[in-house]
Every structure is written in C-alpha cells, then in structure tokens.
C-alpha cells in the first residue's frame, strides 16, 4: 500500500507561481511512475503532468506545457509540480498519483493504483 499526501496548494494571483509536492510512503517510490491529475468544477479529472519511474518519460497536458515541470526526488520519496504564470483556467484541485506498473498510459487515470486526497488551487484574475 501507497499513502500519498499533497501539500502546496493556495490562492494566487494570475501569473504567480506555485510548487506542489506529494510526499509518499509505503513501498518502493523509484519503482512508481507518479502524475498529477486535476479536476475542475463540472470538469472532468485531467491528467496535467506524468513522470515515469526511471524518468525517461513525460507527458504534459496542452494547457500546461512550457508553464509546469514535473519532477520527482526518489531520496524524499517526494514528486513535486512547479507551476508558473498561472492562468484562472488552472483553477482546479490537483491530485498526486502513483502507478506501479513502469509502462502504463502516462496520461490514463485507470493506469494509476493510488490517489492523494488532493490540493485546491485556486488563481484569481
């Protein structure tokens, strides 16, 4: 078993930056391909960025690219998403996920065994 645990979150101004960070215990981090999925009211949950387990692989929703970076500290069994210029439509909570399985859809929901509790960010124009 996986325990994920968020931490971050906040209200911003557009354009402010943001660093979350899920800190996870329980097994094996390395071996985890870890995400970030976001769900915004009346939405449907998105992944907004994944990160394999060795990090040879990404993947970066359309909205996202060029403004978030995943990242992942195996030593602190901790995967962080820094977010900048942050934009209203990133209005969302964000939830960590892990994937024990090393060649799943990065970008799947269904491919992921554990879910944090989730962060609310909220960016004000």
């Known amino acids: 078993q996986v325990q994920l645990v968020e931490s971050g979150g906040g209200l911003v101004q557009a354009g402010a930056s943001l660093r979350l960070a899920c800190a996870a215990s329980?097994?094996?981090?390395?071996?985890?391909?870890m995400a970030w999925f976001r769900q915004a009211p009346g939405k449907q949950r998105e992944c907004a960025a994944a990160?394999?387990?060795?990090?040879?692989?990404?993947y970066y929703a359309d909205s996202v690219k060029g403004r978030f970076t995943i990242s992942r500290d195996n030593a602190k069994n901790t995967v962080y998403l820094q977010m900048n210029s942050l934009k209203p439509e990133d209005t969302a909570v964000y939830y960590c996920?892990?994937?024990?399985?090393?060649?799943?859809?990065?970008?799947?929901?269904?491919?992921?065994?554990?879910w944090g509790q989730g962060t609310q960010v909220t960016v004000s124009s």
């Open positions: 996920a892990a994937d024990r399985a090393r060649y799943s859809p990065l970008a799947a929901a269904a491919s992921y065994d554990y």
């Open positions: 329980g097994r094996t981090f390395s071996d985890y391909a």
């Open positions: 990160l394999s387990w060795s990090g040879g692989r990404t």
